[in-house]
């Protein structure tokens, strides 16, 4: 099935810095979601991204399907962005083709 | 629109009981999936449903684990004996769309179990 990476795995940022987050994948997909969990569990979806870019306020997101990575921004951080974001993919062909496997997650903790 | 609800959001039991979990999809939502996480790790699929129908168990440990979608809405996952590594949160999610669609999936609250 497909594999999923994500780094970096933490990332501790000043409020009001920015940044980027990574995700690469092995096969083509015709899903990729971006979720932020938060501290009581729930996965929040961000963005449906199989291609392109999305803009959410101060967050975006650009899936490069061709060379297999998306990325995903985020501007002017606030303690309330922190958590774990994911990374999931569903790929286009081959075995495990239905399912939507996840990264590992990027924590993130933003201090005032 | 009201979004994917599971209950209940927590349950202790010890090894070797048993644990049922509810999900309730979004309304007209044909695939249902669960998904477990352990902490620190990201979710697993465990099982996928297409209405009623089984389209992905691979994952799914049949010898404790089972889960049912009656008239293709509801679904149970049901856990019997439970072992300690069973401790860890049990997601629901569904989506729009058939089998192999790019179908944005929403995920439920979740259910925490611990296993004593």
């Known amino acids: 099935g497909i594999q999923v990476e994500q780094s970096p795995p933490d990332l501790i940022l000043q409020e009001g810095a920015n940044s980027t987050l990574r995700c690469n994948f092995s096969?083509?997909?015709?899903?990729l979601q971006w979720f932020h969990q938060n501290p009581w569990g729930q996965l929040i979806n961000l963005f449906y991204i199989p291609s392109g870019t999305k803009q959410n306020g101060r967050l975006s997101a650009t899936t490069v399907a061709t060379e297999r990575y998306s990325l995903l921004y985020i501007s002017s951080s606030q303690t309330t962005d922190s958590g774990v974001y994911f990374c999931?993919?569903?790929?286009?062909?081959?075995?495990?083709?239905?399912?939507?496997?996840f990264g590992k997650g990027t924590k993130l903790s933003v201090i005032p | 629109e009201a979004g994917v609800a599971q209950s209940p959001r927590y349950k202790i039991i010890e090894k070797r009981q048993s644990v049922a979990f509810w999900c309730n999809p979004i309304?007209?939502?044909?695939?249902l999936y669960w998904y477990q996480q352990i902490l620190g790790q990201g979710p697993k699929l465990l099982i996928q449903f297409q209405n009623n129908g089984v389209v992905d168990d691979s994952q799914l440990p049949k010898d404790r684990f089972s889960a049912e979608r009656l008239k293709g809405v509801d679904s149970t996952l049901k856990i019997q004996p439970a072992k300690l590594e069973d401790s860890a949160v049990y997601l629901c999610?569904?989506?729009?769309?058939?089998?192999?669609?790019?179908?944005?999936?929403?995920f439920g609250e979740g259910s925490r179990l611990t296993v004593l």
């Open positions: 999931a993919a569903r790929g286009d062909s081959g075995a495990g083709s239905y399912q939507l496997t």
């Open positions: 999610a569904s989506s729009l769309g058939g089998v192999r669609g790019g179908r944005e999936l929403f």
């Open positions: 096969d083509s997909v015709n899903n």
């Open positions: 309304s007209g939502h044909a695939t």
